[in-house]
């Protein structure tokens, strides 16, 4: 189920030729917010097979001032815009340098939701249903978001999909039927998987599937 991270050339543009110091930031910088990402999704993945308690071990990491308390609430991936292509933008500029780190933040993320999707595969169930693509609360983008991922995977398993996203105008997204109607999204849906958790959702919230636990973006 591992997603393919190789890196498109069509898609990266390896620089063999120093980068600029802004360019050089940027990556960096978005590159570290994605490590925090992995390393909590690693920290959630490590309590839910150990049946630790996962809110009371971040909190107590996050307790340390050196690491504050911010880009620690699990999730189903990194996902947007920026963090997936300057990760593996970055991971390219360092094809000829040694490294370990920076090829880890981007496999760790297709591991992450090769977890999810199995996790949610062997509850069985008969249809899943996708709880909107967005990447945060308020936000109208779902490019390159995490749960396009764990559908992928759920759906290459012959597990049906359904997706309620008010925001796609069209009837079907990745051959998926798209509802508009949340009431008629809930009750089609055997277990309905959520990046964050939402006050929609709580009248079925027998039925959600979510990794969130601080309620928060960030």
């Given at each position: 189920m591992a997603e393919n991270t190789s890196l498109e050339k069509d898609e990266i543009n390896i620089i063999h030729t120093e980068s600029s110091e802004a360019e050089a930031i940027?990556?960096?910088?978005?590159?570290?917010?994605?490590?925090?990402?992995?390393?909590?999704?690693?920290?959630?993945?490590?309590?839910?097979?150990?049946?630790?308690?996962?809110?009371?071990?971040?909190?107590?990491?996050?307790?340390?001032?050196?690491?504050?308390?911010?880009?620690?609430?699990?999730?189903?991936?990194?996902?947007?815009?920026?963090?997936?292509?300057?990760t593996k933008q970055l991971l390219a500029n360092y094809d000829k340098v040694p490294n370990n780190i920076i090829r880890a933040i981007v496999d760790s993320n297709s591991t992450r939701k090769d977890f999810i999707a199995d996790e949610i595969i062997q509850k069985n169930p008969k249809c899943v249903g996708i709880y909107r693509l967005i990447m945060k609360n308020g936000s109208d983008n779902y490019r390159s978001s995490a749960v396009q991922g764990v559908m992928k995977r759920v759906k290459a398993k012959?597990?049906?999909?359904?997706?309620?996203?008010?925001?796609?105008?069209?009837?079907?997204?990745?051959?998926?039927?798209?509802?508009?109607?949340?009431?008629?999204?809930?009750?089609?849906?055997?277990i309905i998987i959520s990046n964050r958790n939402s006050m929609e959702l709580k009248d079925v919230e027998e039925k959600v599937y979510t990794k969130d636990i601080f309620e928060t973006d960030l």
């Open positions: 940027k990556l960096f910088s978005n590159s570290y917010l994605a490590l925090r990402v992995a390393f909590f999704n690693e920290l959630d993945t490590f309590c839910s097979l150990n049946e630790l308690n996962v809110r009371d071990i971040i909190s107590g990491v996050c307790s340390d001032g050196r690491i504050g308390n911010y880009y620690n609430n699990p999730s189903f991936g990194y996902g947007g815009y920026c963090l997936p292509k300057d012959g597990v049906k999909v359904v997706v309620y996203e008010p925001l796609i105008e069209e009837e079907k997204f990745f051959n998926s039927k798209v509802y508009q109607d949340l009431d008629e999204f809930k009750k089609v849906s055997d």
